[in-house]
């Protein structure tokens, strides 16, 4: 068993390596799942690990959890990523590539909410493109649940938003 859960580490790895950017558990989970390599409690198991012994680090909002790989995982991948088979290899190419536009929407419009000093809760949501950030919008509400409600919308409506925003300032 410990065999195996080295290799499900080791083609998390191997994924963050190739996407060369964060990917979210869903993401990480749709791959291994798919692909039938373990279940589902197995995976969530093997990335808890990963976290603990610092092979990926975890930020997360509200709504996901992003994987990003340490420098630790690096050099776990210079030592035994030879042992992800290279049929492994490729179906990991295939599905970054498949999910490309997908990876990508889902790190650059970010949203979270935090409380404020005042009781108030405030709402932060961002839309990046490759390493420029193009609207950074802080916004405070009263209650939590508009502070969700505004995160939950933000996805589908950064766009618009954006464009009134360029259109009205310049």
């Not at 790989?69 to 042992?83: H, I, P, Q, V, Y």
């Not at 990991?92 to 990876?103: F, S």
């Not at 950074?136 to 209650?143: A, I, Q, R």
């Amino acid at each position: 068993m410990a065999n195996t859960l080295t290799l499900y580490k080791l083609i998390v790895l191997k994924m963050l390596e190739q996407a060369n950017s964060a990917l979210t558990n869903s993401q990480i989970s749709e791959f291994i799942l798919e692909k039938e390599y373990t279940n589902y409690f197995t995976l969530q198991q093997v990335l808890s690990e990963m976290e603990e012994t610092d092979l990926v680090s975890v930020t997360s909002n509200h709504r996901t959890s992003l994987y990003h790989l340490t420098d630790a995982g690096r050099n776990t991948l210079e030592f035994f990523g030879s042992k992800v088979s290279d049929a492994i290899c490729r179906e990991i190419e295939a599905y970054l590539k498949e999910h490309n536009v997908e990876i990508r929407d889902t790190l650059s419009t970010t949203s979270d909410y935090f409380q404020g000093n005042d009781g108030d809760y405030l709402v932060r949501c961002r839309v990046k493109e490759q390493h420029s950030t193009l609207i950074d919008l802080t916004l405070s509400v009263p209650t939590e649940k508009q502070a969700i409600t505004m995160c939950n919308h933000w996805k589908e409506k950064s766009q618009d938003i954006y464009a009134y925003v360029m259109k009205n300032l310049l």
